[in-house]
């Protein structure tokens, strides 16, 4: 049954019909958990309370259904206008994107474009930006253009997904570039061919990647809910004596706030992933693929 269910969400989270009724309707049936709403002022809100709690944040403005020119310029111009907010609101949060909302799957080179627009902008304000992994097809050039960019800024990072056969070696290529990276376990569906299919089996990968990056020396953002790995991962670091200043646990907004409280009290850094925007509803359905628990708060919206 929970198969079913997350293989359902899965391939609703790629639906452009069922994408186009969401924006239609707004947030609906508790996505309002997980994203903190539909305008930049929504969004600037949240990170101030957030920030009042000891977190900071990263900005994500959805898009994942880009099929033009002018439609890969409305969201790089959002990226823009969110750097923008940050800096006007004095709020401690960076942010990230998918280049595929830039353009990316209309042309490597308009992708290129406005991600420069946006790094030169986030570096004039001292910021960062963080360049979201997305499924495997589009794993190698996600990479590609990281490591074309990473030449000439300094401010920008990306995932990597431990679902995935390839990420170690992966980590050992971009070692090079001293690459601050987000530490994921994954959330796309995808072929056993190129992903561990069974938990376990990423789990244990998910441990092994961290201890590896943190070894190398570079920035880790361990992002995750799963409190064993937490425990794994602050093991590692006491055990090898790995600086605060090298590494941040990663959160979804409105997910494990307990646990988010807790790590800032014991003096971690924590760092919240807060969405935004009215094209919300891939990244909801992906929410509830990944826990079932998730699916039960919705149910309960439902009847409400």
Request: proline share 2%; charged share 25%.
């Amino acid at each position: 049954m929970e198969v079913l269910m997350r293989n359902t969400f899965q391939k609703l989270a790629k639906s452009r019909s069922a994408n186009k009724l969401a924006k239609r309707y707004g947030l609906r049936f508790g996505a309002q958990r997980f994203v903190a709403g539909e305008t930049i002022k929504h969004s600037i809100d949240a990170v101030r309370q957030l920030n009042a709690s000891g977190r900071v944040v990263t900005l994500d403005h959805l898009g994942e259904f880009v099929f033009t020119e002018e439609e890969a310029k409305e969201s790089a111009s959002m990226c823009l206008q969110t750097l923008d907010a940050i800096a006007q609101a004095g709020v401690q949060a960076n942010l990230s994107l998918k280049m595929t909302s830039l353009g990316l799957d209309i042309s490597r080179e308009l992708c290129m474009r406005n991600m420069h627009d946006i790094l030169k902008r986030a570096q004039s304000y001292g910021n960062f930006v963080r360049i979201d992994m997305e499924d495997y097809e589009h794993c190698q050039v996600s990479l590609d253009i990281y490591k074309e960019l990473r030449k000439t800024y300094d401010n920008v990072g990306i995932v990597i997904q431990a679902y995935l056969y390839r990420t170690e070696q992966d980590i050992e290529d971009l070692n090079r570039y001293r690459a601050n990276l987000r530490l994921v376990k994954g959330a796309y569906k995808e072929s056993p061919k190129v992903a561990f299919p069974n938990k376990p089996d990423v789990d244990d990968n998910f441990k092994a990647i961290i201890t590896q990056h943190l070894l190398n020396g570079n920035y880790a953002a361990i992002a995750t809910h799963d409190e064993e790995i937490i425990r794994y991962a602050k093991d590692v670091i006491k055990t090898n004596n790995i600086p605060n200043s090298q590494f941040e646990f990663q959160m979804l907004y409105g997910i494990c706030e307990d646990v988010q409280k807790k790590l800032v009290s014991e003096g971690f850094k924590v760092r919240v992933y807060v969405p935004y925007g009215n094209d919300w509803f891939g990244y909801f359905m992906r929410r509830l693929a990944e826990r079932p628990a998730n699916v039960w708060f919705v149910l309960k919206n439902m009847f409400k």
